[in-house]
Every structure is written in structure tokens, then in C-alpha cells.
């Protein structure tokens, strides 16, 4: 502990763990073990991220009574060991109502509970679905320093509880979240926290989740800024961790000037302990783990996210499709990455119209990674659809008919030794081929997880190249990065037969996708008019395919799914 | 018109319309229709449904400003059709936020727009991701006539906007809707619109769109009740309507009491006409639909929702894979009601494990609905898949993979007809099976829609006894109702093998899945214990495959899709 004539100082632990939802057991182990580390650094308060008891998002488990109830007794559990220490843990209150909540606890006592004020329900968020807003700006007094506990979304806004408890007396305001990744918002995160401790003129330190939910991956990146927007500490980024720091509030201006606005909500104030329980603290180093460059910090989004679907899901293995093209290489690495070789298993599928380079690719890739791959020619169960499908077809000319059928006979082969075996299928596809539809439903659309669904193809490319240069070797062997990307589903086909070239396209999709650009004002930024319509015809014409895809890591703003809801049956063409 | 010395008339109409979202052209074109009609009726007063412009519910298509702005384009054109009218219209307004709007036109001017107060956010409704909520409660005065303007929800709390507006003067409160349907709703608003009339002393005329979209069916069903909560007017079920009624507001008390409480919300007085325009008005006769039964509600909601889903998105014909069960035989009749005869194609795909009963019912079934029956056995295809994966799976034992198999190939040659044709598929599993996961994911659940989805084993029984009953014959045939219920994917196969018995399963997969209910809690109800883990297991265990099946019509108060949004990684046990 640091000593000084004038400082006050409080020791803050942010456990920024990785919780399962639902898994009220499992979630609080992880937390004891936070609460015995942080006691053994003489931390005077510990926090735990937003919801952290049951996980987040629970969504619809929040209506069912039990649920709640359950994740009631677990944190009471967390209580009984809170002796000796100050604890902020994120919970789901259930009285009257039901409530994002954070616990507040002091040796051995529920103190108090504060519920968010401010509930998103925007992008992938649906919190009015479940949760009344809180009204009560509580200020608590821990070893002598006026702590102000919030939420999330609540310091998201200029005025908002912080503002209030600041203004009422807090020198540090405590942030728990559940914060979702993309890419690009650690540093947008880091920026507002920063505006908000000098406007606040409070020290702002901030918890986040970790680990993967569905299509969500919650990346950590907990900070702790100082009343300047300093950078005291930072946590690690996609992974636990237990970040440590003193705060000296000294500096934090008293008093406090008054407050501009009239707000709604009510102050309320504690005061749980003048001076630390532990006195004879073990010196801390300085903990700043540095950002992780851009394509480092989407591969390893994309390797939490896929990680952590397939375990938490109890599954040991997977099984990848491997076709020698940069989207199954990709995937297979970010694979290998999350679960080791032994926990992937690749399956090259080839038919006439495979080329030779293909097959070998997939071998070489497969060589690289030392996993397993099984080859399953598709020819003889093509022969015999076509048999079948004669008559019914009559004499009708070849067309995408074919070619979907091939791509449905592997996915039929990936499920059938998924079922087999217990494994799960990944999908391939990219965003890029998400958007324009440019994917056979129940074909390679087939699996559990799709990996880099919201990874348009172009960054797919700078991934695969991120990945060979970490490793100082071609593990994507650089004939894959190289060659034209095809579907090998007829002879000499190209993807840019059908679609736009992709660094033409993917522009596009983004401001159409991402934007909400109409068609004209995409053509006014000077992009070919063809290309434009239509990439958005095939956009607004493919959503019944993506209704029926499977989840996959979001890292854009906007990603397919719960992101971005848009009805199937839609006659708007102005888009 | 009815003449009275003391009394004062509002001849109201309400056009209960088919919108089709994104539509604006043939949305408008069928209000300006019924503007002709109200008018030629000598009407005062028009309404139309909830955000009748755009259509309900336009989702994301709300954060497109071209799509607001398109929306208000076309609303101007409606204005231009109003002279000597008034009409109270739906339409997305997108000055400062966006909100759901409705415009109060009279005689070619936009007068005013009311913005919905209440907004839905809960079930399948996200109107608190798009709309900001209004704070005004406007009483226009239309030929003398105190008239109250809300929307929807607004008059589904007891302390809301329509009571405010009685209160100032209002006698007749005026609801443009767009409710979805579920079974008995029209019951329930029937009832809560009573009470509000009643306890607000006023004429409610309640307006509701008509139609499916995706997964919901708007029912229409308008109604007029009076300030005793006695029916004037009910418009029909199902099916596009003009009701038109003459209210006596004489008998609405005045002076008004005074509000009991005080509101958040600011009055405003608008006077449009003291005297109608038209003074020779030809007679009405009374308007009033007598309510469907049960199960002809039901039914016609499905016929609607699958007609509607399949011709708005372009389609002109189904395909539906027969195999001589229950299932596929309500879907098949359902869609040539829906279709014609002529829109539907059956196709039966059997195998070694079909009885010689299954594909002469198949057979029978098609005959009765004169509709077109192709047959693609799929032996062949099921013996290739054999031959090329016996290595891949040296020798494990035949299990369900084998059954998934040929479920997948089976939805293979669906998809494969659908390619080459341009037919939508229909699928065939009930609610029952999709809440246990009987089911096989890119198998017997690949489609465009899924007819009865939300419909439980039990059920379908019911509706296709009820079907042969209203033909007065055996369009379903006694055998396929009759016999066992069986997914003939090995020898003498019967789904009792697996799941409980339907009608032990379907009241506990009520009781979990629509009313959140524990499994202890449903065990208390005296239902076998052994069942109910096994269902609730089986639930909780499919929601991955629930998560990519396609959409289908909801008549449940909870229908697995938007209306339950359940998380796949889920650990919770305690279910």
C-alpha cells in the first residue's frame, strides 16, 4: 500500500471473468476463487461484471420465476463469503419487478442494491423486454472514499447516475458490464470513459464480462481512468483477469461543484467502512496489459467466441468441411487456435469438378495443423440424385438446381458424422457471401456455429495472412490465399461470375448492411451503379436464408442475426 | 342516416386492411379504395390500421431514412384523396426519432399526427428498439363530435391515453390496431374494450389490420362497442372488411367527470367540422360478423398466414412432401385452401421403412384435393449415401444417423424441385415436434414456412377432424387419422418409442414453454414425473435446432421464434 501524508487511498480488484449463462454454480465457483485472491492482495473491493451470477444475456430464462430464484440463493452464497471485504456483483433482482441489479456487499451482509438506470434496447440488446429502470443514485463510503456503483449502459449517457452520485460526493464510480465486442469499440469504450472521468472529475473504473454467448463475445479490456482520464490500469483483452490498482482520491477536487440539471432519480447514501479491514498490504505492480493490434484482436474474438460455443455446449470436437479455399482454412485454424488439433477434424469432399489444386490444399492445410481429415467423394451420391431426379425433372436444363444439391450432399456428410460422432459442424461461409445470399441453404450452410459469418471476405484474406505472420510461417499455405475464390460446384466457376470482386462488394455491403445507406447514396459516393443495385437486390432477396443460418461471432457494428432484424416478407425496393 | 331530434350522429367507417410491409404503392391503392367507398357511404370519419402505410411491423426497415421518408410520400397522397373527409391513418413519423404515428387528415389537409404513447415490448413486439413514445392526448371535434385518436396499445392499460381524452371530452375513442393473432384474442379484446368503454363512459371503435406477415397473422375482427360496453359493429375475421356504423353520442354523458389521477400527458383540442359534409347519407344495415368457432378461427388463420406468406413473397405454387401422415395431410389441405389446387404439388418420397399404407393414404389424400403427386422413392440416394460414408464410419452401429439421413434427403429432393421450379416448400412438423427436437435439422424441417409449427400434435387432430367436418366429407382420409403416429424411418418405427404419448406431452409442453412454469411446478399438477423431465430435458436440449427453422404462423399465446427468445448455451438445469 502505498503511504502519503494526504492521500486516501482505496484498493480496487476488478475480476473480469468468463460466466456461462445459466451455470449459477459454475459462475459462482469462479467468483469465490476471485474473492480469495482479491482478500490475499488486501483489495478493500471487489468487482464482478454486470449479471454475473447467472450470466449474460439470459434473455427469456428471466421470465421463468425459478430462474431468478435461483440465481438468488447463489448469490447469497457469494454473501456468506464476503467477510473481510467490500463486493459489487452484477445479479437479476426479482422483487417487485424485475431488475439488472448489482449486489452490494460488506462482510458477510447484503448492504444495499442498486438497478440500472439505463436499459439498451438497440443492436443486439432487448433489455426493456425484461427489466424495470432503476431510480436511486446510491453513494457509498468504502475505507473512507465516496464510491458511486452503476451499470453498463448507465455511464453511457452525458447525464446519467454517475453524473448524480459524482455530484452527490463519489470519488470513484464503480462500472460493472457486459459490454458485447466489435471491433474497434475497446478503443471507443476507453475514449468515452475517459470524457466522462474529467467531466465527472471521478476516477471511473470499469468491469467487463469476458467469453462467448451465442453469437456475443464479451471481450474484458477492463480500465480504470483517473479524474484527468488517465490511464491508471488495464486489463487483458478476451481473456480473465483479475486487475488490481490503488486509487489515490486525494486529487479527486472536494468539494464537489453543484449540479447542473435537474435529475430524476434520488440520491442515496451508505457509509460501509471508514478504514480498510487489512491493513499490511502486499505492494502491487502496475497493471497495463497494452491493445492488442486490429487483426490480433479479431482473430482472437473470433477463437474466444468459437472456443467457448462448443465447450460451453459440451461438445469435444469439431468438424470442419474442407475445400481448400481461404474460408475452411481460416476456420480451421481459428478452430485449432480454440480447441487444439486434436479437437478438430477436417473432411475434404470432392467431386469432378474439384480441382486437383483444391484437394491438395486441403491436405497441406490439414498437414500444417496436424489434425485429422477424412475424404468422402461426393460423386456416387450425386450420381444417384440425379437418377432419382430425372423423371421428376424432365429434361429441364442444368442449373444452380445441381450445384445446390452438391453442396446439400456435404452438408448431409457433416451432419451425418456430426450425428455419428458427437462432433460439431462449423460453417465457413463469410459475411460477404451472408449478405448476397451467395451460400446453399442446408448445404454449406449447415452446421452449429458459422466462425466468421460476420467476417467479410476481404478481411477474411487479412486474417489468413495476420494468422501465417503470428506464426512467422504459411500455416494458410499461401496457394490458398492466392487463387481466385470459387465454389467448385461447376466447371471453371469463378465466384466473380456471380458476384461483384469483392473489394468492390464488401464497401458496398457495409454501408448498405452496416449503414443504412440507401442505393442512391452509395452510388453518390461514387461506386458503380450496377454494382450497388445489385449487391442490394441480393442482399433484401436473401433474408429467408439467414433466418434460418446458424449463430456466429459478431465483431462488426452490425452483424446477421438479433443485430439486425428485418422482415423476410418486404416489398421495399427503395433500398 | 337516423334522424332524432336531440341526438348527435358520427357515421364512422373502418377499413380493415391487408397491408404488405414495404408496399407503399399497393397500400395506398387499397386506402385510396376504401376512401371511395367511405365516401360513396356518406362516412365522416375513416380509419385505418397501425402504421397502414408501411405496413406491421416494418422492423429494421424503421432505421432506413429513405424508407421513413418513402412512408410519408405516400402518406401525402392519401391527403390529397381526403376532400370532404376526415381519416385517421397509421403511418411511421420521422420527424425528431421515429414514431408509430397516425394522421389525422381532414379534407385534404394533414390537421395533425398523433403519436402512439404505450409501446410494446414484450411477446413479439420491439416497438421500444424503434419508436420514441409520445405525450400528447389530442380530442378533435368532428361534426360536433368529441373524437379520442390512439393507437394499439394505448388503450390496453386502464390509465392511459383514451381515458385522459374521455375525460376532456371525448365521446367516441377511436383504436387503429395491428394485433396479432393468437387463439381466443378476439374474446379477450372483446372484453378489455368493453371494460374501457364502460369505465370511460364513451363509443370505443377499435380498427385492426388484416393478414399475415412472416410469422404473425393479424386478424382483423374490428368492433364498436358503446359507452355500455354493448356491440354496435364487429367486422370479420381473417378477411379484409369496411364497417361502417352511425354512433348516437347523445347518450354519452356530459359534463364528463373529472380525472381521478393525474397524468404525465398534455390535452390538445383540435376542431375539424362542426357539420358533416355530406347531409344525404344512404341507410346502413347493421354490421355485425358473428364470431368463427375455435377451431375455424384457428384454421383460417393458418389458411391466411400461408396464402398471405407464400403470394407476398412472390411465390405462385408450394411443394409439400407427403407421407401420408397427419401432419403432412393438414398442411396440404390448409395450402389448397390457401392456394387453389392447382398451387399445390405433393410429393411422396418412399422408402424401404414406408408402409404400403402410408403411400396409398399419400395417394388418397392428393386425389381428394385433386392436386398433382410426384413420386421420387429415395432408396437409391439412401443406399449411395451408405456406400460412401461405410468407411468414414468403419463400422459403428446403424443409429439415428441412418434415420437423419434420409430425412436430409428427403428435404435434399424438396429443395432440389423448389431450385428447379421456383415452388416454395412447406414444411410439415407441429409444435409438439419442435419443442422436443423430433425433428431432423436440414431434414423434415427444410422450407420457406412451416404451416404448423405453432400447432401441437393434439391439435392438428382436431383441426383436420374439424376440416372433414366443414366439407361435410373425408378430405383427410379416417386412416391417416386413425392410424399410429410414425416417422417411418426404420422398421415399425412409431414416435411413442421416443417421445410420451401427445396428449400425456402437449399439456406439459404448454406448461413449460408458454407459461414458464418449473418442472416441479408441473409435476405438482399430477403429471407423471418421468414425463415431464424428459420433456423439459428434451425442450431445453433443441433450441439450436428451433434457432434455424424456418418461420411459421403463430395461434399460440407463445410461439417458439421472436416470441421466446431463449439463449442455445444454457446451462440452467433447474427448468
Known amino acids: 500500500m502505498p503511504q502519503s501524508g494526504d492521500a486516501r487511498w482505496l484498493r480496487i480488484a476488478m475480476a473480469q471473468l468468463n460466466m456461462t449463462v445459466g451455470d449459477f454454480e459454475g459462475n459462482l465457483r469462479k467468483m469465490l476463487e476471485a474473492v480469495g485472491r482479491a482478500k490475499e492482495q488486501g483489495a478493500d473491493l471487489l468487482t464482478f461484471p454486470e449479471l454475473a451470477v447467472c450470466g449474460y444475456p439470459p434473455e427469456d430464462l428471466l421470465f421463468k420465476p425459478h430462474f431468478i430464484d435461483g440465481n438468488r440463493r447463489y448469490l447469497e452464497k457469494l454473501v456468506e463469503a464476503s467477510a473481510g471485504i467490500t463486493i459489487v456483483a452484477g445479479f437479476a433482482d426479482g422483487n417487485d419487478g424485475i431488475y439488472n441489479a448489482a449486489a452490494v456487499i460488506h462482510n458477510g451482509k447484503l448492504v444495499d442494491v442498486y438497478h440500472k438506470i439505463f436499459l439498451p434496447n438497440y443492436g443486439v440488446f432487448d433489455e426493456n423486454r425484461y427489466f424495470r429502470p432503476g431510480d436511486k443514485c446510491p453513494v457509498y463510503t468504502i475505507v473512507g472514499v465516496g464510491v458511486g456503483v452503476t451499470i453498463c449502459e448507465d455511464i453511457w449517457y452525458e447525464v446519467g447516475p454517475a453524473n448524480v452520485q459524482a455530484y452527490a460526493g463519489a470519488e470513484v464510480i464503480v462500472n460493472i458490464s457486459a459490454s458485447p465486442y466489435h471491433?474497434?469499440?475497446?478503443?471507443?469504450?476507453?475514449?468515452?470513459?475517459?470524457?466522462?472521468?474529467?467531466?465527472?472529475?471521478?476516477?471511473?473504473?470499469?468491469?467487463n464480462l469476458v467469453g462467448g454467448q451465442d453469437e456475443l463475445v464479451f471481450d474484458g479490456g477492463g480500465m480504470i481512468l483517473d479524474e484527468k482520464g488517465r490511464l491508471l490500469a488495464r486489463g487483458k483483452q478476451l481473456e480473465e483477469d483479475l486487475i488490481i490498482a490503488d486509487l489515490n482520491v486525494a486529487a479527486v477536487a472536494w468539494p464537489r461543484p453543484k449540479l447542473a440539471k435537474v435529475q430524476p432519480w434520488t440520491v442515496t447514501r451508505a457509509t460501509l467502512s471508514a478504514k480498510p479491514f487489512i491493513t499490511d498490504k502486499p505492494s502491487l505492480s502496475p497493471h497495463k496489459v497494452k491493445p492488442k493490434s486490429l487483426y490480433?484482436?479479431?482473430?482472437d474474438a473470433l477463437v474466444l467466441g468459437t472456443g467457448d460455443y462448443v465447450t460451453k455446449n459440451g461438445f469435444k470436437k469439431v468438424l470442419i468441411g474442407l475445400s481448400g479455399g481461404i474460408d475452411s482454412s481460416l476456420v480451421a485454424i481459428i478452430a485449432v487456435d480454440a480447441l487444439g488439433n486434436t479437437g478438430v477434424v477436417g473432411v475434404a469432399m470432392p467431386s469432378q469438378y474439384s480441382s486437383p489444386g483444391s484437394i491438395s490444399d486441403a491436405e497441406l492445410l490439414a498437414k500444417n495443423l496436424g489434425i485429422e481429415l477424412l475424404t468422402v467423394p461426393i460423386e456416387k451420391v450425386f450420381q444417384a440424385y440425379h437418377d432419382t431426379l430425372t423423371e421428376a425433372f424432365k429434361g429441364a436444363k442444368p442449373d444452380v438446381t445441381e450445384e445446390n444439391i452438391q453442396a446439400r450432399i456435404r452438408g448431409n456428410i457433416l451432419m451425418a458424422l456430426s450425428n455419428k460422432f458427437g462432433w460439431l459442424v462449423l460453417t465457413t461461409g463469410n459475411k460477404s457471401e451472408m449478405a448476397t445470399g451467395y451460400t446453399t441453404l442446408y448445404g454449406d450452410m449447415a452446421g452449429g456455429f458459422a466462425v466468421v459469418k460476420d467476417v467479410p471476405k476481404t478481411?477474411?484474406?487479412?486474417?489468413?495472412?495476420?494468422?501465417n505472420h503470428r506464426s512467422g510461417k504459411e500455416v494458410v499455405p499461401s496457394s490458398v490465399i492466392d487463387k481466385p475464390p470459387s465454389a467448385e460446384l461447376r466447371p471453371e466457376q469463378k465466384d466473380i461470375d456471380t458476384l461483384p470482386a469483392y473489394d468492390l462488394l464488401d464497401p458496398v455491403l457495409k454501408a448498405y448492411v452496416e449503414e443504412d445507406k440507401s442505393v442512391e447514396e452509395?452510388?453518390?459516393?461514387?461506386i458503380d451503379e450496377e454494382v450497388v443495385r445489385r449487391a442490394a437486390r441480393l442482399v433484401d432477396g436473401s433474408e429467408y436464408k439467414r433466418r434460418q443460418a446458424?449463430?456466429?461471432v459478431k465483431i462488426t457494428t452490425r452483424?446477421?442475426?438479433r443485430d439486425r432484424r428485418l422482415p423476410i416478407t418486404n416489398r421495399y425496393q427503395g433500398g
Open 522 to 526: 452509395i452510388i453518390a459516393l461514387g
Open 459 to 467: 478481411m477474411v484474406y487479412e486474417l489468413a495472412r495476420y494468422r
Open 559 to 561: 452483424a446477421f442475426g
Open 550 to 552: 446458424p449463430p456466429g
Open 296 to 299: 490480433a484482436e479479431i482473430y
Open 183 to 207: 471491433f474497434g469499440k475497446g478503443e471507443a469504450r476507453e475514449a468515452m470513459i475517459a470524457q466522462r472521468a474529467k467531466d465527472n472529475g471521478a476516477i471511473f473504473a470499469y468491469n
